[in-house]
Nanobody, 119 residues
């Protein structure tokens, strides 16, 4: 059974930092590219960051977070991280992780972790 458990969100002031974690289980983590998504009520889910399973973990970012967020993974701990720096109010959202292999995303979703940016 595929499971994702996201954590690390919270209330943060603009310019602050957070480190999100997502522990995955139920599939061979090291075989999957991992992604962080975010969702704001009433809007489409947005792909925020991705890291490949091979090649030392090639990363890609949405333009809105490039230079501020860093995705990384630990294949021993089956965990993917999202380091968020210089957080902005528009980063307020529920954040989720998921895995992709051969162009197919896993169907399960975790409960997400809420990030709220407010002064």
């Amino acid at each position: 059974q595929v499971q994702f458990v996201e954590s690390g969100g919270g209330l943060v002031q603009p310019g602050g930092s957070l480190r999100l974690s997502c522990v995955a289980s139920g599939f061979i983590f090291s075989n999957y590219s991992m992604r962080w998504y975010r969702r704001v009520p009433g809007k489409e889910r947005e792909l925020v960051a991705a890291i490949t399973s091979t090649g030392g973990g090639v990363t890609n970012y949405a333009d809105s977070v490039k230079g501020r967020f860093t995705i990384s993974r630990d294949n021993v701990k089956n965990t993917v991280y999202l380091q968020m720096n210089n957080i902005k109010p528009e980063d307020t959202a529920m954040y989720y992780c998921n895995g992709v292999r051969a162009g197919r995303r896993l169907e399960s979703w975790g409960q997400g972790t809420q990030v709220t940016v407010s002064s």
